[in-house]
């Protein structure tokens, strides 16, 4: 059974930062890209960041380039989410997601997915 397991999510002022965590048991974790995404209420999740199966690619989207960094550990099974110069936009259900194409940024193209962790940045 996989389980994906986000945490490290909270409330934050405008500037501040933030480092999400997200830890996989129940698959070969490095033989699966990764992903963050998120979903605001009104709008549809999106894609914020995915990092390929050793971590030499990485994909920002344009909202998050320069202020996200995505890495990922995979002696842990653990995939990080550092968020600096947050904005009150960022603010989100932030969710941790494995799949097993590289180059699709489409939530669609995830397999497995966690319940989410709550980001939300004060004005």
């Known amino acids: 059974q996989v389980q994906v397991v986000e945490a490290g999510g909270g409330l934050v002022q405008a500037g501040g930062s933030l480092r999400l965590s997200c830890t996989v048991s129940?698959?070969?974790?490095?033989?699966?890209?990764m992903g963050w995404f998120r979903k605001a209420p009104g709008k549809e999740r999106e894609a914020v960041s995915c990092?390929?199966?050793?971590?030499?690619?990485?994909y920002y989207a344009d909202s998050g380039t320069g202020r996200f960094t995505i890495s990922r550990d995979n002696a842990k099974n653990t995939v990080y989410l550092q968020m600096n110069s947050l904005k009150p936009e960022d603010t989100a259900m932030y969710y941790c997601?494995?799949?097993?194409?590289?180059?699709?940024?489409?939530?669609?193209?995830?397999?497995?997915w966690g319940q989410g962790t709550q980001v939300t940045v004060s004005s």
């Open positions: 997601a494995a799949g097993s194409l590289w180059g699709e940024y489409d939530p669609a193209e995830y397999n497995y």
């Open positions: 129940g698959l070969t974790f490095d033989a699966y890209a």
């Open positions: 990092i390929s199966w050793t971590g030499r690619f990485t």
